[in-house]
């Protein structure tokens, strides 16, 4: 079974335009969710879509928004680069069956941006 | 909102050690608890889980942890480390009552097991 992919592997953007990410959860997942690895600030949950809508965010700004397709593949565009959006974003997906349930999530490798 | 601390940033040890590796939570509810490991050059791979039951969880290539509800503590454990253990661990928490799970991590403890 295919894990959770994502593309590209690397970018490397100049500040001010804009980034695109790309993510395919696990078959059968309708959840995905866009975290930020930059160094020295750990994890950060950035989104959580599920079945096509955008579920919650984390504490980043409007700059940074995404989407999810029928097929519940992401998109994570960030606008405006700066350079200290250079990090690992990671994708992760799991079956989302209710806020009382026990679900597991999984990671994909990330994708690296670099703002230069 | 929930927090996680990793007490340990940096631990070096030799191979066959025992290793432990704190993380302590904040949280009044009840949650579910998690580790994840990230290998060199490699992705985010979940270690264990805590979600109900027995507060002694088992997970992959022998490692182990222990939820205590009372310290708010779910610490890692293995009996005897190999060099191939060098990597960086996270804990993870969310409320069980989450709409979504959204994971909170702690900092991460690089783990270093020399040969």
């Known amino acids: 079974e295919a894990g959770v992919t994502q593309s590209p592997t690397h970018l490397i953007k100049t500040r001010g335009q804009q980034a695109t990410l790309r993510c395919s959860p696990i078959s059968g997942h309708t959840s995905v969710y866009w975290y930020q690895q930059a160094l020295g600030l750990g994890l950060q949950f950035l989104l959580w879509y599920d079945e096509g809508e955008e579920r919650n965010r984390g504490n980043f700004p409007p700059r940074f928004s995404g989407r999810q397709f029928p097929n519940y593949s992401s998109e994570l565009n960030v606008n405006a680069l700066e350079l200290e959006d250079s990090a690992l974003y990671l994708c992760?997906?799991?079956?989302?069956?209710?806020?009382?349930?026990?679900?597991?999530?999984?990671f994909g490798e990330g994708s690296w941006l670099t703002v230069v | 909102a929930q927090s996680v601390s990793q007490h340990n940033h940096h631990v070096i040890l030799s191979e066959a050690a025992s290793l432990e590796l704190g993380c302590n939570y904040s949280?009044?509810?009840?949650?579910?608890l998690f580790w994840y490991v990230q290998y060199p050059g490699q992705h985010l791979q979940l270690l264990l889980k805590y979600f109900s039951g027995d507060p002694l969880v088992k997970g992959i290539k022998g490692f182990e942890a222990e939820f205590i509800k009372s310290k708010f503590s779910f610490n890692l454990r293995k009996p005897s480390v190999q060099w191939s253990d060098t990597a960086e661990y996270f804990c993870?928490?969310?409320?069980?009552?989450?709409?979504?799970?959204?994971?909170?991590f702690g900092g991460g403890t690089r783990l270093m097991v020399k040969p």
């Open positions: 993870a928490v969310t409320p069980s009552r989450n709409a979504g799970n959204m994971l909170t």
């Open positions: 992760a997906s799991s079956l989302y069956q209710g806020a009382y349930s026990g679900n597991t999530i999984y």
């Open positions: 949280y009044g509810g009840t949650v579910n």
